[in-house]
């Protein structure tokens, strides 16, 4: 079969690496409200909106990016080892190549996939009790639906589940965005009615069946007809009950379901909501996921991974990663607040704050040190990985046991302490101290430079003044 002759120009842009970027996505908007907000324009977004480019050697020498025009080598190659740009405009009203820098979403990719982390469900994290929470891969076949439709292997399950809806999220409209859909849904009313239709014919023919098989007759399986007068009776008893009304608007504009009615409104007539189908209950919380709950980070779908040591054999957690103190546990804003750290350039909420005893807590958790060196760190676990519905990574993880960090000689950092025992011990000096003293204070023995086997005991303060006193005496 012959192939459609193409064009030259045809051919240069099928063929070319720029017309196959994708399109940039559009920022998320933070929510109205009256409270001072404090934003910057060159902090690191959630998530990448726009792709990153890469270049080989051969090319990054000419600075040739595949661009319009090349990029000076004092803003790519002079300034990192590794140069990733992202381009924010090909060309300008100054006639120039807007772009910067794309290392930081790069950096934090690399860093993450270092954790060999599969990616979880969002799922509420229990802070009072020890317990890990509960692992659900999205990857699953009755959890990743992405249509309402046949193709979807789990949608012959009756409990299936998905993660994306083709009807927009109400709770998180705002009041012109809703009525703007109204109108959406007022131009389609009569596709609409025609679907409603068809599910009051599915309803009678599964009430007829049911009808048969109570009496014990044959199932025979003719079509059923509904005149325009039953039909417009079933859609006046919709309408007179809302607890009815409400799943059949939901299953009609597919629409994800919101949150779970109050239990204060128990016994009152309202709209109620089917329960829902999305892959998480977070999800009907915060509204469905932008993206796919995995969001490309990883396609590992459990924890099922074997941490072999070279010298220890298997083990049972994962080597401790570094995290860094970004602010301690204490009042912000009023308010007792978690320690947030770093763990691979993602903000993780410390989740053995809220233990009643601090034993054990590295230096800096608890209050700002700045006698730290390079600041405040601490070895921790990672246990869980979930992208919210904004498309953040929520990571959490647990304080690296002794047992975790004993096979590659991990150690948190410790303050030096001139009183402590273990420490005097381990140095080559023959003082000992007094541990009743106070450190300033002079130890009550120290070592002779020429029998350094021997001590002798030191003169106190108040023989140094009678015996100089005795000599002045004797002097005059």
Do not use: C
């Amino acid at each position: 079969m012959a192939t459609a002759r193409l064009s030259p120009t045809a051919n240069l842009l099928r063929k070319s690496r720029l017309f196959a970027l994708p399109q940039a996505l559009k920022t998320s908007q933070e929510p109205s409200t009256s409270r001072a907000v404090f934003e910057s324009d060159t902090a690191t977004l959630p998530h990448p909106i726009r792709a990153a480019i890469v270049t080989p050697q051969s090319s990054l020498a000419r600075g040739d990016w595949g661009l319009k025009r090349p990029l000076p080598a004092k803003a790519t190659s002079e300034k990192s080892s590794r140069p990733v740009v992202r381009v924010n405009a090909l060309d300008t009203y100054e006639h120039v190549t807007d772009f910067e820098s794309a290392a930081d979403h790069t950096m934090t990719l690399e860093k993450f996939q270092e954790l060999h982390m599969p990616m979880s469900l969002p799922s509420k994290v229990n802070y009072a009790t020890s317990v890990l929470p509960r692992h659900q891969s999205p990857f699953e076949a009755h959890l990743d639906n992405t249509q309402n439709s046949q193709n979807s292997q789990g949608i012959q399950d009756p409990s299936f589940k998905q993660f994306r809806h083709s009807g927009p999220w109400l709770a998180g409209q705002t009041e012109a965005e809703f009525a703007d859909y109204v109108k959406q849904v007022s131009r389609k009313k009569p596709e609409l009615m025609q679907k409603l239709r068809e599910q009051f014919i599915a309803k009678r023919s599964a009430e007829i069946r049911k009808e048969a098989q109570d009496n014990g007759e044959d199932l025979i399986d003719q079509p059923v007809t509904i005149t325009d007068a039953e039909f417009k009776t079933y859609i006046k008893t919709l309408r007179s009950d809302p607890s009815a009304l409400g799943p059949a608007v939901f299953d009609l504009l597919d629409l994800p379901s919101g949150p779970a009615i109050p239990s204060e409104r128990i016994g009152r007539s309202y709209y109620q909501a089917p329960a829902t189908s999305l892959s998480s209950a977070e999800y009907a919380m915060t509204g469905p996921p932008k993206t796919h709950p995995s969001a490309g980070l990883s396609y590992t779908r459990s924890h099922a991974l074997i941490q072999n040591h070279a010298r220890y054999g298997p083990q049972a957690h994962q080597r401790p990663v570094e995290a860094r103190i970004l602010r301690p546990k204490g009042r912000f804003k009023g308010r007792m607040n978690r320690a947030i750290a770093g763990v691979g350039g993602i903000a993780v909420e410390d989740l053995n704050a809220m233990a009643f005893v601090e034993q054990g807590t590295p230096p800096g958790l608890t209050y700002f040190d700045a006698s730290i060196p390079g600041g405040g760190k601490y070895w921790v676990t990672p246990i869980r990985a979930a992208i919210d519905s904004q498309g953040r990574i929520g990571l959490s993880s647990y304080r690296a046991s002794a047992t975790s960090k004993a096979p590659y000689g991990l150690e948190d950092h410790s303050k030096p302490n001139s009183l402590s025992v273990s420490n005097v011990a381990s140095s080559d000096d023959q003082t000992v101290p007094r541990l009743d003293r106070l450190p300033h204070q002079q130890p009550r023995f120290q070592s002779s430079g020429d029998r350094p086997t021997q001590r002798r005991p030191m003169r106190g303060t108040e023989d140094v003044a009678r015996s100089l006193l005795d000599n002045l005496n004797s002097r005059s």
